[in-house]
């Protein structure tokens, strides 16, 4: 009885949290975005959130807190996109879909392998940024292709250079900062993670109550 | 089956297809799928607005300790700029009265004298390359009513072209801004029988904050520094709003001389900005209707 109640509260606990990082992160994304933007791109604070939280507490937070931050970033800043048609439209659910997939992919970047330790969440981030860019690029391409127009569309090496790299070098860098926030505000422990790593795989709930 | 269906990795495909699936559907004109969303922006716009407005307070406390001496320096500039302005105003006053004799007597129009002009505050901007649509607060309860097909132009405090409203809900719009790749507006040189092509976004030219000039006729000569404005070909944009200057013209295809603009507003860093919609005038109820 007490294992369940001590479970709820750190549930509530976890919860709470969660809900004021995504909150927080996605009002500042939008709101400020030129305080962090460098070479025309802009560090991803809610991205990198999105995928340390699941590289960290597992799957399903990284399914469910990258679903949820998806939808706040559909309704604040949805992509506009050409439709068949030429008329430009906003659009819903790319946002849900993009950190969703994020989130999971994050949560599977060789977590169990290597313990779940700091230095590799970076490469996380790194690996998790580089599938989006190429990713976007290449959708991209294909529906400005189908739709007939070109105006999206920039070469390979200009996409590489000045597309792909700068956000990867935010992304990596607001990384660092928010590991820090994930530490010591939690909800994330870094104590003993080697042995955690079945409670996440079972539970995915258990390995914060040491916050 | 049972363990498929309990697996993860099925779950997950299952929600990427949904959501692809509903990504899609958005595309549709009056998709419904977007009225899913509106519970979250219910819940997020009033915590987003508080932390945009706990970010200004921030941001103005800190300028205001940072250009305390700058202000001063201004301060004093623009007391004596005041005071030159004076002086031409009470010489523009008889100019103006002139202008106005005139107006009437050529039936002369304003620029912008059929359009109704909305004030709005800017809630969101772009959170990345590839989510850019701003937000505003004005709705459809504020009068901006948006129907499919249509829009509205967006202008800043200076009267330049900002972008255009693309969308709006109950209390709220969307707006494409003139970087976005998507946009595209009728311009012309400003100047009597200027020269007319069209500007648009590009998505290589949006991250050094220039759109691309096409459709220019090789006979005519475009430099650098000239200011162009919109043409008001196409109905959607009035004539005469400015949009910004040429930085660079490209002559090397005759067939293809293309340009690039630097508009004058900057989006990054606009509070306000004004939705202009055309006026139409209420057509009176008839005698017959009214008894």
């Not at chain 1, 500042?28 to 560090?43: E, K, L, R």
């Not at chain 2, 002369?108 to 590839?130: H, M, P």
Request: aromatic share 10%.
């Amino acid at each position: 009885m007490r294992i369940i109640t001590v479970k709820t509260k750190a549930r509530a606990r976890k919860i709470i949290v969660y809900a004021i990082y995504i909150i927080l992160l996605s009002s500042i994304q939008v709101s400020f975005p030129d305080s962090f933007s460098f070479a025309g791109q802009t560090a991803d604070l809610v991205f990198v959130f999105v995928v340390l939280s699941g590289y960290f507490n597992g799957f399903w937070d990284g399914a469910v807190v990258g679903f949820i931050c998806g939808m706040v970033r559909d309704a604040f800043s949805p992509p506009a996109i050409v439709g068949l048609d030429g008329d430009i439209r906003v659009t819903a659910f790319i946002g849900a879909f993009t950190l969703f997939a994020a989130g999971i992919i994050g949560a599977s970047f060789f977590t169990r392998r290597m313990h779940r330790n700091i230095p590799f969440s970076i490469v996380a981030v790194i690996f998790v940024t580089f599938c989006y860019k190429i990713a976007g690029y290449l959708l991209i391409y294909g529906w400005s292709t189908i739709s007939g127009n070109n105006a999206g569309i920039y070469d390979p090496f200009t996409a590489f250079v000045y597309s792909f790299l700068p956000q990867l070098l935010l992304n990596t860098v607001a990384s660092i900062p928010m590991i820090a926030l994930l530490r010591f505000l939690g909800p994330v422990s870094f104590k003993g993670n080697a042995n955690k790593d079945e409670i996440i795989e079972q539970d995915g709930d258990g390995t914060w109550l040491g916050i | 089956m049972k363990k498929l269906l309990k697996s993860k990795w099925f779950i997950a495909l299952i929600v990427l297809l949904v959501l692809a699936a509903f990504s899609i559907l958005s595309l549709l004109p009056g998709s419904p799928v977007k009225k899913l969303l509106q519970p979250v922006q219910l819940v997020t716009t009033p915590a987003q607005s508080l932390v945009k407005k706990a970010g200004d307070t921030l941001s103005d406390f800190w300028s205001a300790i940072t250009d305390g001496i700058a202000i001063r320096e201004e301060n004093k500039a623009l007391k004596e700029q005041i005071a030159d302005l004076r002086y031409h105003l009470t010489q523009n006053e008889e100019a103006a009265l002139r202008y106005e004799e005139l107006k009437e007597a050529l039936h002369i129009k304003d620029t912008f004298s059929n359009y109704v002009i909305y004030g709005a505050a800017i809630l969101s901007r772009e959170s990345d390359e590839w989510f850019s649509t701003i937000r505003l607060n004005a709705g459809a309860a504020d009068g901006i009513v948006l129907e499919e097909g249509n829009s509205y132009p967006v202008l800043d405090v200076e009267m330049n072209l900002v972008g255009r409203v693309i969308e709006s809900s109950e209390t709220e719009s969307r707006v494409l801004p003139l970087l976005h790749e998507g946009f595209a507006v009728a311009g012309k040189v400003n100047e009597v029988n200027g020269a007319t092509f069209m500007v648009a976004g590009d998505a290589e030219l949006k991250r050094y904050g220039l759109c691309l000039v096409k459709g220019i006729d090789p006979e005519v000569r475009i430099e650098p520094g000239m200011e162009i404005v919109t043409s008001g070909d196409g109905g959607l944009f009035p004539e005469g709003v400015h949009i910004g200057v040429i930085e660079s013209v490209d002559y090397s295809n005759p067939l293809d001389v293309t340009a690039t603009l630097r508009p004058y507003s900057q989006i990054g860093k606009l509070e306000d900005v004004f939705i202009m919609i055309p006026y139409v005038e209420e057509t009176e109820p008839s005698s017959t209707d009214a008894g």
